[in-house]
C-alpha cells in the first residue's frame, strides 16, 4: 500500500513537472475598464502599428549561451504569426546580459530580471539559457506590460507570440473559467454559449470558452466536462493564448487582434514602443523650432496639430513642420500632436509636451526667521520642472536683513543676518532660451536683542545687560563681545533666562535663573582666570568668555 502511494506521488510529481516547465507563468491583473464597453472596441483594421523589440540575450559570466542569430528568428517570428494583425515588430538592437545569476538557477530572479537594461521605448524580450533551470517556458510582466522573458529553445516555439500576446493586452483563453489566481477581480467562468462571453473568461467573446484540458503531444481537447449549464466545451486549440500542445498554436481570433490594437492605442506604455515618433525640442520661443516624424510608415500623410499657444509657421502637414510661440508673452505648457492617415484608417501618436516662452514659477520657503537663522527657498515652476522649462541659468540676490544667499534653478539656502532684524525679499530670476523671469519671496527676519557682559574682564562682579536694537549703536552692535539674541514673538521677550559660569578646568561652578534685563553676577567668589558665560534663552545656549581678574 505504501509503495502503491510513493509510485501516485512520483507520478504526480512527474506529470506536474512536465506540465510547469513548458507553461507560461504570466499572472492575470485586472484589465483596464474600458475593455467592457463597446465603444472604444475597433471594428476594422486600420494602419499598421511598428513595434519597436529589443532582445536581451542571457548568457554564463563567461558569455556561453545563445548568439545573436538568434534575434533574426525572433522578429520574423513575431512578424509572421502576427502577419494578420496589422501590427509588425522591427529590431531596436539587442544586448548579452553575462551573468551567471541569472544564467544558472534563474527561479525567483524574474522581476529582478525586467529591470535589467530596460528600454523604455520598445517591448524587451529577455531570452534565458537553454541549460537555465526554470520551472516556466515564458512569463509577461504584466497583462499589459512592455517586457517578457521566454526560456532557451522557446523563442522559436509559440510561446513567442503567446508573451508578447499577453504584452499586448490578451488573457489565457481558459482565465476565468479555470481561476488562474492572479490579481484580476472580474474572473469568472466562460458559459459555452457565450452568453457571459465578454464579461467572463478571456473577455474576448469570438474564442470559446476553455477549460485547459489539451493533449501534451497533440492537437487534441482531451476533457469531457461541461459547464454550469450542462453544455460540453469545445475549444479552439489553434488559438495562441490557449495552453493547447504549442506547434498546434498558430492564431489569435478577430477579437483578439481588435483588442491588441486597442491596447496599443490606450496605453502609453504601449504607444512609446512603436516604431514612430515625433522628433524635435523641449521648448518653443518666438523664433520657429522644426518638429518632424522618424521612422514614417510609407504611403502616410501626417497631419500636425497643437496646443493654442503654439502656431505654425506654414502649413501643418507633412513629415516636417516649423513651429513657434503664438506671442513673445506666453509662458505656459504647450503639446504637439501628429494624426498618421494612410489607406488603412489613422493614428494619433502620442503628444509631445512642450515648454513655450519664458519661465514660469513661484518661491516658496521660510519666510520668517530668527536672526542668524538659515532658510531656504524652492523654485516651484508652474509645469514640469527645470528641466523641462529648459533653464540654462539662475540667479539669487537679496534686499533687507540676510548674510548671504546661494542658489541654482531648483532653490536657494541663505542666512538671516545675526546682527539686525527686519524685512525684505529674495529675488531669483531663471533664464532659459527664450528669455529671463524673475520672481521674489518676501520674509521677515525677528528683531534680536543684544546682550552683554561687562565689565569683562570682572573683579568684583560683572553685570549683563539686555538691550533692544534701537537701544544700541550699529557700532555697539558689530562689536565682538556682543551676542544678538533671538526672541521670537510668540516668546514676547526674553522671558526667564539661565546663567551658567563654566570654569576651563573645573566645570560649572555657578548657577543662576532671572527675567531681568539687567543682572549683576557677583565674581569676587571666583578664583582668577578663564570662564565661560553660559546665557541660555528660549531653550537656546549663547556662550561669551569671561575672564576673571584682580
Ligand atoms: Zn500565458
Known amino acids: 500500500m505504501k509503495k502503491l502511494l510513493v509510485l501516485i ?28 464597453s463597446k465603444s472604444t472596441k475597433s471594428s476594422q483594421i486600420s494602419m499598421t502599428f511598428i513595434l519597436n523589440v529589443f532582445v536581451h540575450i542571457v548568457r554564463s559570466g563567461s558569455g556561453q549561451g545563445l548568439s545573436q542569430n538568434i534575434t533574426s528568428t525572433i522578429i520574423n517570428s513575431l512578424n509572421s504569426n502576427f502577419s494578420e494583425t496589422g501590427i509588425q515588430f522591427t529590431l531596436l538592437g539587442s544586448d548579452f546580459i553575462d551573468n551567471d545569476y541569472y544564467y544558472d538557477d534563474f527561479n525567483g530572479k524574474e522581476d529582478e530580471l525586467f529591470s535589467v537594461n530596460r528600454k523604455t521605448n520598445a517591448i524587451d524580450i529577455y531570452v534565458l539559457g537553454e541549460s537555465t533551470i526554470w520551472i516556466g517556458a515564458g512569463l509577461a510582466q504584466n497583462i499589459p506590460s512592455t517586457a517578457f522573458i521566454v526560456h532557451g529553445s522557446f523563442y522559436s516555439t509559440s510561446s513567442l507570440p503567446h508573451e508578447m500576446g499577453h504584452c499586448l493586452g490578451l488573457y489565457h483563453t481558459h482565465h476565468g473559467t479555470v481561476n488562474e489566481g492572479g490579481g484580476d477581480v472580474h474572473q469568472c467562468a466562460e458559459l459555452v454559449n457565450g452568453n457571459n462571453s465578454t464579461t467572463c473568461g478571456d473577455y474576448i467573446a469570438d474564442t470559446p470558452a476553455d477549460p485547459n484540458q489539451w493533449s501534451r503531444n497533440s492537437c487534441n481537447y482531451i476533457g469531457t466536462g461541461t459547464d454550469s449549464n450542462g453544455d460540453r466545451y469545445n475549444p479552439d486549440v489553434s488559438n495562441i493564448m490557449s495552453y493547447s500542445y504549442k506547434p498546434c498554436r498558430i492564431s489569435y481570433s478577430q477579437i483578439q487582434i481588435n483588442r491588441m490594437r486597442d491596447f496599443i492605442k490606450n496605453t502609453t506604455i504601449l504607444q512609446n514602443t512603436l516604431s514612430y515618433y515625433i522628433n524635435g525640442v523641449k521648448l518653443i520661443c518666438t523664433s520657429g523650432e522644426s518638429f518632424s516624424l522618424e521612422n514614417l510608415p510609407a504611403n502616410t500623410t501626417v497631419t500636425w496639430s497643437s496646443s493654442s499657444n503654439i502656431t505654425f509657421s506654414s502649413v501643418n502637414t507633412g513629415e516636417s513642420v516649423t513651429v513657434k510661440a503664438s506671442s513673445s508673452t506666453v509662458c505656459d505648457a504647450g503639446w504637439i500632436e501628429a494624426t498618421l492617415t494612410n489607406s488603412n484608417g489613422d ?6 509636451e512642450v515648454w513655450v516662452g519664458k519661465p514660469s514659477f513661484t518661491l ?5 526667521l530668527d536672526v542668524g537663522a538659515p532658510g531656504i527657498v524652492l523654485v516651484d515652476y508652474s509645469s514640469g520642472d527645470h528641466f523641462s522649462q529648459g533653464i540654462q541659468n539662475s540667479d539669487w540676490s537679496f534686499t533687507g536683513p540676510l548674510d548671504n544667499i546661494e542658489g541654482d534653478a531648483m532653490k536657494a539656502h541663505y542666512r538671516a543676518s545675526r546682527r539686525e532684524g527686519g524685512i525684505g525679499f529674495i529675488y531669483s530670476t531663471q ?16 528683531e534680536p536683542l543684544f546682550m552683554l557682559a561687562s565689565p569683562n574682564p570682572a573683579n568684583e562682579y560683572t553685570e549683563l545687560n539686555f538691550y533692544s536694537a534701537n537701544e544700541i549703536t550699529e557700532y555697539q552692535k558689530s562689536s565682538p563681545v556682543m551676542i544678538s539674541v533671538p526672541v ?15 570654569h576651563e578646568r573645573k566645570g560649572l561652578v555657578k548657577q543662576m535663573k532671572s527675567r531681568s534685563k539687567k543682572l549683576q553676577i557677583p565674581t569676587n567668589n571666583l578664583d582668577e582666570g578663564i570662564y565661560f558665560l553660559h546665557i541660555i534663552v ?6 561669551q568668555q569671561l575672564k576673571v581678574q584682580r
Open 431 to 446: 533664464t532659459n532660451q527664450c528669455g529671463s523671469y524673475e520672481n521674489r519671496l518676501f520674509f521677515e527676519v525677528e
Open 364 to 368: 516658496f520657503g521660510t519666510t520668517s
Open 538 to 543: 528660549n531653550g537656546k545656549v549663547h556662550k
Open 488 to 502: 521670537t514673538e510668540q516668546s514676547n521677550g526674553i522671558g526667564e533666562y539661565e546663567i551658567q559660569i563654566w
Open 347 to 352: 493614428i494619433t501618436l502620442p503628444r509631445k
Open 9 to 36: 506521488i512520483l507520478i504526480l510529481i512527474s506529470f506536474y513537472n512536465s506540465r510547469a516547465q513548458d507553461n507560461c507563468l504570466t499572472s492575470a491583473s485586472t484589465p483596464p475598464e474600458w475593455i467592457f
